[in-house]
């Protein structure tokens, strides 16, 4: 029995110390997703969405994580009701049928140990495509406001995607096919 003892001994503390992923809630107040269009190539058309909400599974030792990440498209906010209205049409958004969009990243690429992109597909219209979000900045630890700390992950990304592999072509070529998407991002552990 003292040798199998002293083995399980042994290759207890030879094992490697894996650290633990930690779930992270969105913080929907400190978290925007923005989008941009050409509009018949003069300006650009730009909008948010207003509800949203995600879950991200990271682990800040090692830079392995996944997201869950959706927008309600009912909330898309121009300031201009009447493009509002357009945009939750069947003619793009189609709200109605589909009233979430979603990003599920399942791959975070890390480089010198700075988190530099997520990679992973986002569904819109019922249509599936890869999507790429390319990290401005990114980082982790404690911040502490009025005498509260709290642990916080955070940063900005952004991305590009045709709107039109996604079926949404009205009024293509005067409004752009190429949509810009700016993602700030921030989440604290899940309770």
């Known amino acids: 029995m003292l040798p199998r003892l002293l083995i399980a001994a042994l290759l207890g503390a030879s094992a490697p110390?894996?650290?633990a992923p930690v779930n992270y809630n969105v913080d929907p107040t400190h978290t925007a997703v923005y989008f941009g269009a050409s509009h018949f190539d003069r300006t650009t058309v730009r909008g948010r969405f207003n509800k949203l909400d995600g879950r991200i599974l990271y682990d800040?030792?090692?830079g392995v994580g996944s997201i869950d990440f959706t927008v309600d498209t009912?909330?898309?906010d121009t300031g201009n009701r009447?493009?509002?209205g357009v945009l939750r049409s069947p003619q793009f958004f189609d709200s109605q049928n589909f009233p979430v969009a979603?990003?599920?990243g399942n791959?975070?690429?890390v480089e010198g140990g700075k988190l530099v992109a997520v990679e992973g597909q986002v569904s819109l219209l019922g249509v599936t495509h890869p999507l790429r979000l390319e990290a401005d900045r990114f980082s982790c630890g404690r911040v502490v406001l009025f005498g509260v700390g709290r642990?916080?992950?955070g940063g900005d990304f952004h991305a590009s995607?045709?709107?039109s592999a996604f079926g949404m072509t009205r009024f293509l070529p005067d409004v752009g096919d190429t949509v810009t998407l700016h993602i700030s991002v921030e989440a604290t552990p899940a309770q």
């Open 161 to 163: 995607l045709p709107r």
């Open 60 to 62: 800040p030792a090692t």
């Open 151 to 153: 642990d916080v992950c």
């Open 74 to 76: 009912d909330s898309v």
């Open 17 to 19: 110390t894996w650290a």
């Open 107 to 109: 791959r975070f690429v």
């Open 82 to 84: 009447s493009l509002d």
């Open 102 to 104: 979603r990003f599920q």
